[in-house]
């Protein structure tokens, strides 16, 4: 199983940016997957989930909209376009892979994570 | 939303102590609480998922417990590759609430 993320960058409060997390090694469309983000120096905060259809999603409910992710499951990989950028949003970025098909099937886990990308927030 | 609430926040051991972090819900989730470890620069590893299903690899001195809303990571004979940050999380509910962390410091 390999997630390898990528996009991150420095952004201008405000703006936009799009990550994404390709997958490998494994059936990608037999599983949910996720964000979760960490703040410089904090611990991990969940951002969002996808289902393996795209038939279920959810957000935390501090992002407030902002935030959509999506997946696309003939190129093995899912997306987090951030908008309306906060300086609060600047944090490693990692994706995850959850153990079942759906999100907010009780008892998930995350045994497989991507090395994380780095967003910066800042004018 | 289910917030979870672990202490300490930090922990300072010596090699070949043992070691309790707790965590607790804000209401019942059943078994459905993973731990993880963190080092710095790296990913979160999964340690235990369903409260106490030690993952496949992890040592065996690495032990969870509880249920409904206390739930406790233990370490029996905490060893110098131990030292990390550990976080809980909740999969009961679809908001995933991760625990604060509780960092474990070399006394």
């Known amino acids: 199983v390999q997630l390898v993320d990528s996009g991150g960058g420095l952004v201008q409060p405000g703006r936009s940016l799009r990550l994404s997390c390709a997958a490998s090694?494994?059936?990608?469309?037999?599983?949910?997957m996720h964000w979760v983000r960490q703040a410089p120096g904090k611990g991990l905060e969940w951002v969002a989930g996808?289902?393996?259809?795209?038939?279920?999603?959810a957000y935390a409910h501090s992002l407030k909209g902002r935030f959509t992710i999506s997946r696309d499951n003939a190129k093995n990989s899912v997306v987090l376009q951030m908008n309306s950028l906060r300086s609060e949003d600047t944090a490693v970025y990692f994706c995850?892979?959850?153990?079942?098909?759906?999100?907010?099937?009780?008892?998930?886990?995350?045994?497989?994570w991507g090395q994380g990308t780095v967003v910066t927030v800042s004018s | 939303d289910i917030q979870m609430t672990q202490s300490p926040s930090s922990l300072s051991a010596s090699v070949g102590d043992r070691v309790t972090i707790t965590c607790r819900a804000s209401?019942?989730?059943?078994?459905?609480l993973n731990w993880y470890q963190q080092k710095p620069g790296t990913a979160p590893k999964l340690l235990i998922s369903f409260a106490s299903t030690l993952q496949n690899g992890v040592p065996s001195r690495f032990s969870g417990s509880g249920s409904g809303t206390d739930f406790t990571l233990t370490i029996t004979t905490v060893q110098p590759e131990d030292f990390a940050t550990y976080f809980c999380?909740?999969?009961?509910?679809?908001?995933?609430?991760f625990g604060q962390g509780t960092k474990l410091e070399i006394k």
């Open positions: 999380q909740q999969s009961y509910s679809s908001q995933y609430t």
């Open positions: 209401q019942s989730i059943r078994t459905s």
């Open positions: 090694g494994f059936t990608f469309d037999d599983f949910a």
């Open positions: 996808i289902s393996w259809n795209s038939g279920s999603i």
């Open positions: 995850a892979r959850d153990s079942h098909s759906s999100v907010g099937a009780i008892g998930g886990y995350f045994a497989h």
